[in-house]
């Protein structure tokens, strides 16, 4: 029987693979449809253009979810529906607060890394990110002292699954970045110890490129 839940998203790692994690660390089966960008000169988007007012989505985009009569769009939108879903907004008010906080800090590192990476420029611009960017990770690390998860409760919540993501995707375009933040590393290891993501990213679904669509300088 097919999966209820449908994650549709481009055929990378991208703003899918926070909901891909969360969705693997919930043990929730789901239906990861992929649509593939062409090669250059063209880049077609074809394979999603053909599908994407056919859905019932009222803002179609990438990531989409469908759940049963629920079509939404909006990464954190559904980040934060299947965190509310699986219990992940945390136990306590604070914890949900800083969950919540986390989850748009987490989106504004992204747009930051996505600005410099999709820019034509990338080459030139690429260094003084990776200098600018100790700003946010410094102020990561220290958010992270005394903390287990990134919200401060003893499990995960929504906020970590894209901050995973993330702090691996600098890792992967520059292994030391991370080596004078020790609670930042601490906090990698412990999330891909987490028995169900362990299992994931030791099975065939998971990848670990392309992370970005074909137009970016790395992908
Ligand atoms: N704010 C949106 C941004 C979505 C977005 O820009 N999606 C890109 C891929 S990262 C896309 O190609 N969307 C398909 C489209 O525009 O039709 C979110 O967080 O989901």
Redesign the pocket.
């Known amino acids: 029987m097919p999966s209820q839940i449908k994650i549709g998203?481009?055929k990378i790692r991208?703003?899918a693979q926070p909901i891909r994690y969360l969705l693997k660390y919930a043990g929730q089966d789901f239906e990861n449809i992929m649509y593939e960008q062409g090669d250059p000169p063209d880049y077609s988007?074809e394979s999603?253009?053909t599908v994407?007012h056919t859905l019932g989505l009222a803002f179609?985009?990438?990531?989409y979810l469908i759940d049963g009569d629920i079509r939404i769009?909006?990464?954190?939108?559904?980040l934060n529906y299947l965190a509310s879903k699986f219990g992940l907004c945390g136990e306590t008010d604070k914890v949900k607060a800083e969950n919540f906080m986390m989850v748009e800090n987490a989106?504004d590192f992204r747009n930051g890394l996505?600005k410099v990476l999709y820019n034509r420029d990338y080459s030139k611009l690429i260094d003084d990110y990776f200098t600018t960017v100790h700003t946010t990770l410094k102020a990561f690390d220290t958010f992270l002292e005394g903390r287990t998860w990134f919200a401060g409760g003893k499990n995960p919540t929504a906020c970590d699954f894209p901050l995973y993501e993330l702090l691996d995707q600098h890792r992967l375009m520059k292994p030391d970045i991370l080596k004078d933040y020790k609670n930042l590393q601490a906090f990698l290891k412990r999330f891909e110890e987490l028995p169900q993501i362990k299992a994931y990213l030791q099975s065939g679904e998971f990848f670990t490129h392309p992370v970005n669509?074909k137009t970016a300088g790395w992908k």
């Open positions: 998203y481009w991208g703003l988007r999603w253009f994407k179609p985009n990438l990531p769009t909006q990464s954190n939108a559904i989106m996505a669509n």
